[in-house]
């Protein structure tokens, strides 16, 4: 059973800039769920997706979007990058939306 | 909103010896559920421990289980037997039940001393 993934591992960007991030989830879970953690701080929860559809949202701009694919995968993208955004991204994914959640290993975002 | 707190940022313990580490919450719902969450410094977060709310009686897997006193809205995560692979960041997190948006607190940086 292959857990989840994501990548890249770490990426740099400039200010203003558009990053895709991407998440493989865990063989059988049609739910992803991505999350926002800030250097010594707890993850935010950015958005869920089931089945395809956007199902609930944290406290994100709507330059923050994503997408799931049918084969449950999904991409996190941000536009327009600020010096802020520099974070770990989280993607876990899950059975169902209020399941047990398995996160991946994250990918490192630096905004210069 | 439901916030997470975790009142000790960090703290130590010697191997093979038992730490509790503490974590409180506020919300006004009646069913939910808590985790305790492990983040090594290889920072892929891993689930310790989960707790519903309806259930009273605390859960336990092998060296870890939690003192849930739901009045007080606390849950605490005790590690017995502590190991040097122990050594981590330890999140809490709450998530409603008809919910989806988990909410964790700022974290306990637990180190195991040999």
């Known amino acids: 059973e292959t857990g989840v993934t994501q990548s890249p591992t770490h990426l740099i960007k400039t200010r203003g800039q558009q990053v895709t991030l991407r998440c493989s989830s865990q063989s059988g879970h049609n739910t992803v769920s991505w999350y926002q953690q800030a250097l010594g701080q707890g993850p935010q929860f950015i958005f869920q997706?089931?089945?395809?559809?956007?199902?609930g949202r944290g406290n994100f701009p709507p330059r923050f979007s994503g997408l799931q694919f049918p084969n449950y995968s999904s991409e996190l993208n941000v536009n327009a990058l600020e010096l802020d955004d520099s974070a770990l991204y989280l993607c876990?994914?899950?059975?169902?939306?209020?399941?047990?959640?398995?996160f991946g290993p994250g990918t490192r975002l630096t905004v210069l | 909103a439901q916030t997470v707190t975790q009142s000790q940022p960090e703290m130590s313990v010697q191997e093979a010896e038992t730490v509790t580490l503490s974590c409180t919450y506020d919300?006004?719902?009646?069913?939910?559920?808590l985790f305790w969450y492990k983040q090594p410094p290889s920072r892929q977060m891993i689930l310790v421990i989960r707790?519903?709310?309806?259930?009273?009686q605390n859960a336990t897997e092998n060296r870890f289980s939690v003192n849930f006193q739901k009045a007080a809205k606390s849950f605490s995560l005790k590690i017995s037997d502590s190991q040097l692979g122990d050594t981590a960041m330890y999140f809490c997190a709450f998530l409603r039940n008809n919910n989806n948006d988990m909410r964790f607190g700022a974290g306990t940086r637990l180190t195991v001393k040999p």
């Open positions: 997706y089931y089945r395809e559809e956007e199902n």
């Open positions: 876990a994914s899950s059975l169902s939306q209020r399941n047990e959640q398995f």
């Open positions: 707790q519903e709310a309806y259930k009273q």
């Open positions: 919300t006004s719902e009646s069913n939910y559920y």
